[in-house]
Each structure stands twice: as structure tokens, then as C-alpha cells.
T-cell receptor
Framework: GNSVTQMEGPVTLSEEAFLTINCTYTATGYPSLFWYVQYPGEGLQLLLKATKADDKGSNKGFEATYRKETTSFHLEKGSVQVSDSAVYFCALSTQGGSEKLVFGKGTKLTVNP | GAGVSQSPSNKVTEKGKDVELRCDPISGHTALYWYRQSLGQGLEFLIYFQGNSAPDKSGLPSDRFSAERTGGSVSTLTIQRTQQEDSAVYLC???????????????FGPGTRLTVT
């Protein structure tokens, strides 16, 4: 079946540090890949997505590249801010049918001033 | 416009009681999803609606769980004879499937936190 594995947290960084959260997937077919973010006290929201190999999704300074050869979709940001503190979820969906999301376990990021 | 809303935001119930959780999707969104977020299992898919029908119920954990959707809009997730392991945050999401190109973004509600005592 389809599955997503992401690095366990929590991750604690200082402001302006470089962020990487690793994500790898197993899927039949050709999945679309997503990063969702859950800020404290808020609902899940889409951060970025990529739908085919070598696509780069980007938003709010975050980037992730769809790597089919390594089945990975690592999230990166060059300089994190305190406001980036949140839980980040890597997810996939396969086209056709329900397009239900399969999520990783989530990685809690805390950025200190 | 209004986002996905869910009610109640919190529900505490005694083991063995039935509960109903409600989801109001974004107006016009044809697809509706229920997910469950728990400490042990992370975020899990429960059920998918397209209009009023549920072609994918593969995530429902037992026959105590059921859901319906009426008028292509509001959905209710019902848990019968609740157990302590049902304690979790239940999330609803909706998306506008078609026209356009998949994948269609899913918009999540704030969730209902269910505690079974």
C-alpha cells in the first residue's frame, strides 16, 4: 500500500537557521506529493505541492522537489522565522478514485528567537 | 468566503454512548473527506464522499463508524458505542473535484476533539 515516512521530531532551531525535514514515500502508480502545515490552534493548510518528477513546489520561502529516483520530497527553508513554528506533514495522493491523502506522522518544528 | 466548519469543536462522552460529528464543507465543493488525527496513529483517512455517495469507505476502522452526506453538502460522522480508543481529533476536508487538473486542494476544517471517558 501507499505510505509516507518523515523524520521524527521535534526539531528545534534558532531563527535564521536552515531547515530540512526529510520525507520519503512508497506508492503504486505516480503520486502527487504535498506538504501540509498545522500552526498552533489552527487547522491543516496546504503549504506546497508537486505533481510530477523534478517539479519543485514552493511557498512562503519553503521548497520541496519531487525526486522519483529516491522517492523523496524533502522540505527545505533557508532561513526560518519564529512564525514558522508548527507541525509539518508530508502527504501523497494518487490520481483517480478518491484522491485521499496519505500522511506521514508529522514533524513538530519550534523556532526560537 | 467561509471555510470548512465543524461542530462541536470539543466533545466529551462516556464509553458506550453514541456521538455525531458534523461537517459543513465549502459551498460548491463536491468532494468531502473525513480523517482522524490521533497520537498513536497520526492522520488517517476514514471516508470519502463524492456528492452524496461514498465510493471509498476503506478507512472506517469498524462497523461502529458510519457517515452520511445529504444534499451534497453537510456530512455527519456517527460513532456508535464509543470506546476509549476512539478519542482523537476528527477532521473534515472538502475539495472541488473538476473541472481543472488534479490534484485538487483539500481544505480542512478546525476539527472536533473527541474524548471518550
Amino acid at each position: 500500500g501507499n505510505s509516507v515516512t518523515q523524520m521524527e521530531g521535534p526539531v528545534t532551531l534558532s531563527e535564521e537557521a536552515f531547515l530540512t525535514i526529510n520525507c520519503t514515500y512508497t506508492a503504486t502508480g505516480y503520486p502527487s506529493l504535498f506538504w501540509y502545515v498545522q500552526y498552533p490552534g489552527e487547522g491543516l493548510q496546504l503549504l506546497l505541492k508537486a505533481t510530477k518528477a523534478d517539479d519543485k513546489g514552493s511557498n512562503k520561502g519553503f521548497e520541496a522537489t519531487y525526486r522519483k529516483e529516491t522517492t523523496s520530497f524533502h522540505l527545505e527553508k533557508g532561513s526560518v522565522q519564529v512564525s514558522d513554528s508548527a507541525v509539518y506533514f508530508c502527504a501523497l495522493s494518487t490520481q483517480g478514485g478518491s484522491e485521499k491523502l496519505v500522511f506521514g506522522k508529522g514533524t513538530k518544528l519550534t523556532v526560537n528567537p | 468566503g467561509a471555510g470548512v466548519s465543524q461542530s462541536p469543536s470539543n466533545k466529551v462522552t462516556e464509553k458506550g454512548k453514541d456521538v455525531e460529528l458534523r461537517c459543513d464543507p465549502i459551498s460548491g465543493h463536491t468532494a468531502l473527506y473525513w480523517y482522524r488525527q490521533s497520537l498513536g496513529q497520526g492522520l488517517e483517512f476514514l471516508i470519502y464522499f463524492q456528492g452524496n455517495s461514498a465510493p471509498d469507505k476503506s478507512g472506517l476502522p469498524s462497523d461502529r463508524f458510519s457517515a452520511e452526506r445529504t444534499g451534497g453538502s453537510v456530512s455527519t460522522l456517527t460513532i456508535q458505542r464509543t470506546q476509549q480508543e476512539d478519542s482523537a481529533v476528527y477532521l473534515c476536508a472538502s475539495s472541488l473535484q473538476g473541472p481543472g487538473t488534479a490534484p485538487y486542494e483539500q481544505y480542512f476544517g478546525p476539527g472536533t476533539r473527541l474524548t471518550v471517558t
